[in-house]
């Protein structure tokens, strides 16, 4: 029987690195959001891409892009003639609802019809 007490022993010593913490949230201006968008909407432009390159999540991007196409503010085809501007939404009690298109406000009754609405606001914006 050996002595296996006074045997040389080799021990491996395992390291892990720290489980990196969530970081906050980054609060992005408005202007750097329309500086962003408005790089996506030129002909050839890779959105993965320029999302990277700012240290941007491609799904963040994405969702502001999707979000000012949608508002109406921008539309693809005449994109790079457009300016893309958010608009900040206060919510407030009231029956009046107030709609604020460039320097155009627009007051309607919550009980408007939305075809009336859509009809006013696409009038609002040719102007």
């Known amino acids: 029987m050996s002595d296996s007490v006074n045997q040389p022993r080799t021990f491996e ?5 720290p489980v990196r913490a969530r970081r906050k949230p980054r609060d992005w201006p408005d202007e750097e959001k329309e500086r ?7 002909p050839g432009a890779n959105v993965s891409a320029i999302a990277r390159a700012e240290g941007l999540d491609p799904s963040q991007l994405y969702g502001w892009r999707r979000k000012a196409l949608s ?3 921008v539309a693809l085809t005449e994109a790079a003639k457009e300016e893309v501007k958010f608009a900040r939404v206060e919510p407030v009690a009231s029956s009046t609802v107030e ?23 696409r009038a609002v914006r040719k102007a």
Request: hydrophobic letters at 60%; a negative charge; proline letters at 0%.
């Open 36 to 42: 962003l968008i408005a790089e996506t909407l030129l």
């Open 71 to 73: 508002s109406g503010m």
């Open 99 to 121: 709609i604020v298109i460039g320097d155009v406000v627009v007051r309607v009754a919550g009980d408007i019809e939305s075809d009336h609405l859509a009809k006013i606001l």
């Open 13 to 17: 010593v395992l390291t892990a690195a």
